[in-house]
């Protein structure tokens, strides 16, 4: 689901205006990268704790990614049925995220912070 945000977002922000490269350009694709890294990051550590930490900045980067489109809004760079469509697709996947950190800290409170068994 991140990586297909990803994709449609960078499909967006290539027709923002060219001044905008190195500002909110710039800006959406990092923190919309930075979602789908961290969850990646997420699945090569050993505890539920430390994952949830990824997944918490996973989440962070995703009401980043928020606000910086509703700066591109207000820019009139995106129109009022793209910002919906964002809005729907950011809430589904940062609620998404949101309940894998807080599983993940629950984990981590029953298992003690123990390493996770990988089988």
Request: glycine share 0%.
């Amino acid at each position: 689901m991140a990586r297909k945000f990803l994709k449609d977002t960078y499909t967006i922000i290539d027709a923002f205006p060219v001044k905008e490269k190195y500002n909110l350009v710039d800006q959406i694709r990092r923190a919309t990268t930075s979602i789908a890294l961290n969850l990646a990051e997420m699945t090569s550590r050993t505890s539920y704790k430390e994952q949830a930490h990824y997944s918490e900045i996973a989440y962070g980067s995703a009401i980043e990614v928020y606000c910086a489109f509703l700066l591109s809004y207000d820019l009139e760079y995106i129109n009022q049925q793209q910002m919906d469509e964002i809005k729907v697709r950011i809430f589904e996947l940062s609620n998404k995220i949101n309940s894998l950190k807080n599983s993940q800290y629950q984990r981590a409170e029953l298992f003690n912070n123990r390493p996770i068994q990988k089988k």
